[in-house]
């Protein structure tokens, strides 16, 4: 079965600093991952997606990610921290791309002045 | 750019009562999803629909629940006779293939059982 497990129900980090968080998958297969970004009151928006093709990953808004086989993770990161990122970020696993995701238990960013 | 509507935003609902909640997605997605998030846990998948038809669906979604697509453009979430445990935020979430195209969520409806 597949799983997620995120690193850190909370994140906190200064404006303008390094934002890192953690994701680390089981699959028995090849998976698709996924990053998306939940904002207060609104919808999962997708961040980023990775299918097997470049282990680095960009996505909207300056983030980006990496699949490591050999960790079984997809960090997701960006150099400098807004306060516009502040909000709850879930990453998610399937093992094809017509499986439903599996989900993390999310990791809420905030942004400090 | 199209979006996921769902509505309403919050439901309120005593327990036993049945509620439905309500979903446009994509007008040329093919593929529907219902997921739910209770306060503090994981985004949980319930259900997939295609072709007027459940795809696949989770241990969660069982007899209490139903899913239809009465029209061309309304996909809806029943729930028969509604629990405590059932109070959550639930999201619709469609998707234009079933490839790798990302899945679009709504906004969300959150059901509070009292």
């Known amino acids: 079965a597949q799983s997620v497990t995120q690193l850190g129900s909370h994140v906190s980090v200064s404006e303008g600093a390094l934002v890192l968080l953690r994701c680390n998958y089981s699959s028995s297969v090849p998976p698709y991952l996924f990053w998306y970004v939940q904002y207060p009151n609104q919808g999962l928006q997708l961040l980023l997606k990775?299918?097997?093709?470049?282990?680095l990953v960009k996505g909207i808004n300056g983030f980006e990610a990496e699949f490591k086989k050999s960790e079984t993770s997809f960090h997701l990161t960006k150099p400098s921290a807004h306060m516009s990122d502040a909000a709850e970020y879930f990453c998610?696993?399937?093992?094809?791309?017509?499986?439903?995701?599996?989900f993390g238990k999310g990791t809420r960013l905030s942004v400090i002045a | 750019e199209p979006e996921v509507t769902q509505t309403p935003s919050h439901q309120v609902t005593q327990m036993g009562q049945e509620v439905i909640l309500r979903c446009v997605p994509i007008?040329?997605?093919?593929?529907f999803y219902w997921y739910r998030q209770i306060l503090g846990q994981k985004v949980e998948f319930l259900v997939s629909f295609y072709n007027n038809e459940i795809s696949e669906k989770s241990e969660i979604f069982d007899d209490q629940f139903s899913v239809e697509r009465p029209d061309g453009s309304n996909f809806t979430l029943k729930i028969r006779s509604t629990k405590l445990e059932d109070s959550a935020m639930y999201f619709c979430a469609s998707r234009w293939d079933r490839d790798n195209s990302p899945l679009h969520f709504g906004n969300g409806t959150r059901l509070t059982v009292t």
């Open positions: 998610a696993v399937s093992p094809s791309g017509n499986t439903p995701l599996v």
């Open positions: 990775y299918t097997s093709a470049a282990t």
């Open positions: 007008s040329n997605h093919l593929y």
